[in-house]
């Protein structure tokens, strides 16, 4: 390959971040896509390739120095998601409970909880799930059941979650639940809580993992759960901020979300880049009439409007990493970048699909798991048609007459 | 015990090379990094300072300015220091040239151990190695597979086309390690990230004490006086395979004596 396919020029990094990022594509490279598509036939969990990130440090990359983790900006954080993605967005899924919860940790957290959690959440020792959905409540996160109540130092939970990414695996969950179900309105009676449990065990007090994890199109390789809490005990000082947190669950979880809609925008622009990638070398691989089908006209204008999806999906999240990282609010900005992200890259994966024609469809050929891993994409982190609701409305705020 | 490594900055080894027609020479303008074959010698030193032997890893490179990003690659690959000679004068040296500005930056401290990678991608010369250690009469071996340290002995596996040969040395000595050596670990983020931080030394000639006719195009004896690309493969061997494939290819690499 001469130039290399999706370059870090024209966005203005540092040195440091774009060797950090070279170092991962290198990993992904190497490690990632060789192995993917066993793994994935399998939907086996792809320890080798999680020891190898542990390894490198990545599981710490947003967590703050003083507590052992890289403390990266955003906006490498953002293009080392996408590489990841680029390679197995499983990939990204795995480390993503990581983010989030470590995260929620760092900015709501009492100190004892940081000193307690972050370190071995940045050394990957500690592995953790997010999670708010439930089945009667998705993007309604309002409409949540699951109750915890006080009794003397502990907190009883009841109640179901559902799509919990990481949840069998994961020792940490950071959990929304309501304290005070009869507030109103909803959100004010919800808190976080820290719930430990230990990693792997399907039953935990009166917690219940059932098996097997639920099936999914794609996003194999990470189990997503059911969580079943049945009278479950834990202290109370699992609520994440300590007695004042009590409350303030919902915001804590909201105030997250902006990077966590980041990390799908960029999920897009991984898998959108990979299915470039090998869209632009089959085109110039495969003959039909007489020359390779990159030199017949329909093809280009589905390489052309490939490349500049993805060259705008990746102005758009680091403009919206950028203006979140210098601390002002991003909503619009970051929902933006999911929307656009996440719809190029759904048209990605479907175009170079049919530039690999009946192979495409094959099981045999990469871009199929492309295909089925990036309608996730759409409906996560607030679904595609959600996004569009806080973009207008956040317009609607700032430019209100 | 104290282990240099000479590592080059090479142009991008998965991008295609390209000859300028005006000087016959490797067009160095596109992206450069650290020579692939260098990442196995770091890897070795960084091993034999894990095994618990007290180890001072500096990597030493000469080159321009701007390899100062390659020397940091190397660094966040696992050395503690690293002694980079950049100096305009240098534009143009060949092997012997640039052996003669490494010895005398080798010469500086007194290391126990100075290795190689096996060849650059580049130039794919093989040979600094042993013009390194010509130079500073030490003893050299090239193709290391594996390396033992005994107090101030060496052990050397070394590759050779029909199996290995074992070779005991005193240190101070040279060695370049074959490819096959190890697996170069994934330098970690933190690694990465504090490579800068680490202790760098640039040298100008004058600093090295080097004398600036002795490298550069003066103190260069290579001319390249044509370019011809290789003669192609001899002409192949078709088997069709009509149940007796296997027995087939077998007679042939007997004859060919890549099987006894
Ligand atoms: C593989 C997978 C992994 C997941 N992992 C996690 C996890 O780790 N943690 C976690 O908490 N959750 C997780 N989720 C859940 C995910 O976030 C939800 O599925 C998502 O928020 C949508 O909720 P829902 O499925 O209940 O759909 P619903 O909210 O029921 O939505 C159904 C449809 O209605 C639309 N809709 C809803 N409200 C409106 C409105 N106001 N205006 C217009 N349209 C609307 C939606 O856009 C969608 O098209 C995961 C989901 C999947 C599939």
């Keep these: 390959m001469k130039e290399r396919i999706c370059s870090f020029d024209g966005l203005d990094l540092s040195d440091d971040q774009r060797d950090v990022l070279e170092a991962i594509r290198g990993f992904v490279d190497a490690e990632i896509l060789p192995t993917v598509h066993q793994l994935e036939a399998d939907d086996e969990f792809p320890q080798k390739i999680v020891d190898g990130l542990r390894d490198m440090g990545l599981f710490g990359m947003r967590i703050p120095v003083e507590y052992g983790g890289l403390g990266l900006d955003l906006v490498t954080y953002a293009l080392a998601i996408a590489e990841l993605s680029r390679g197995w967005t499983s990939v990204s899924g795995i480390v993503n409970g990581q983010y989030i919860v470590g995260g929620m940790i760092a900015t709501h957290g009492t100190e004892e909880q940081k000193q307690r959690f972050l370190p071995r959440l940045a050394s990957g020792e500690l592995r953790c799930c997010f999670s ?187 403009a919206a990493a950028r203006k979140k990282q210098a601390g002002g609010r991003a909503d619009v900005e970051a929902g933006m970048a999911k929307l656009f992200a996440t719809e190029v890259a759904q048209r990605c994966a479907e175009e170079s699909m049919r530039i690999h024609g009946g192979y495409g469809y094959s099981r045999e050929y990469e871009i199929e798991r492309l295909y089925r891993d990036t309608p996730l994409l759409l409906i996560g982190e607030g679904t595609n048609e959600i996004q569009r609701l806080i973009i207008a409305r956040g317009l609607l705020a700032r430019h209100a007459v | ?76 690959q696992g050395g ?47 040979v600094m190695a042993a013009a390194v250690a010509e130079r500073l009469d030490r003893p050299c071996v090239s193709q290391a597979a594996s390396l033992t340290l005994d107090g101030s002995t060496l052990r050397v596996k070394r590759q050779v086309e029909t199996g290995y040969d074992t070779v005991e040395m005193p240190l101070p000595a040279v060695v370049s390690v074959s490819d096959a050596i190890n697996e170069p670990r994934y330098p970690s983020l933190p690694a990465i990230m504090g490579a800068k931080r ?35 493969r001899g002409a192949s061997v078709r088997i069709e395979d009509d149940g007796t494939a296997a027995e087939k290819i077998l007679a042939f690499l007997v004859e060919n004596k890549v099987v006894v």
């Design chain 1, 132 to 318: 708010m959905t439930e089945p009667d409540a998705g993007s309604d996160v309002r409409a949540i059941r699951m109750t915890a109540r006080r009794e003397g130092d502990e907190l009883v939970i009841d109640g179901q979650k559902m799509w919990v990414t990481n949840g069998l695996r994961a020792g940490l969950i950071g959990l929304l639940v309501k304290t005070d179900p009869t507030a109103d309105p909803p959100q004010k009676g919800m808190t976080a809580l820290l719930v430990e449990k230990e990693a792997g065990q399907e039953q935990v007090g009166g917690l219940t993992i059932p098996m097997p994890p639920l099936k999914k199109l794609g996003y194999k390789g990470v189990e997503s759960v059911e969580l079943v809490f049945d009278g479950h005990r834990v202290p109370a000082s699992a609520i994440l901020g300590g007695p004042d947190g009590e409350g303030q669950g919902f915001y804590q979880m909201m105030s997250g979300i902006e990077t966590g809609r980041i990390n799908v925008a960029a999920r897009g622009l991984g898998i959108a880049m990979r299915a470039f990638e090998l869209a632009i070398r089959y085109a110039q691989e495969r003959s039909a009439f007489g020359k390779p089908i990159g030199q017949h006209q329909l093809i280009q204008a589905k390489l052309a409007d490939m490349a500049t999806g993805i060259e705008a999906s990746r102005q758009l999240i680091v």
């Design chain 2, 198 to 232: 680490k202790p760098h030394e640039v040298l100008s000639l004058a600093d090295a004490g080097i004398d600036p006719d002795t490298v550069g195009g003066a103190g260069s004896r290579t001319t390249v006086r044509g370019l011809s690309k290789p003669a192609g």
């Design chain 2, 80 to 126: 503690d220091r690293s002694v980079h000679l950049a100096d305009d004068g240098l534009a143009d040296s060949d092997i012997l040239a640039t052996s003669r500005a490494l010895a005398a930056l080798l010469e500086r401290d007194a290391y126990d151990l100075v290795l190689f990678g096996q060849q650059a991608s580049d130039a794919e010369c093989y």
């Design chain 2, 1 to 76: 015990m104290k282990i240099a490594i000479c590592v080059k900055e090479v142009p991008d080894p998965t991008a295609e090379k390209r000859i300028d027609p005006g000087t016959n020479r490797l067009v160095r303008t596109g992206e450069n990094t650290l020579n692939p074959y260098d990442r196995h010698a770091i890897e070795e030193a960084v091993r034999i300072k894990e095994s618990g032997v007290e180890t001072e890893i500096s990597i030493v490179l000469v080159g321009p300015a701007s390899a100062a990003r390659t020397v940091d690659k190397a660094l966040a």
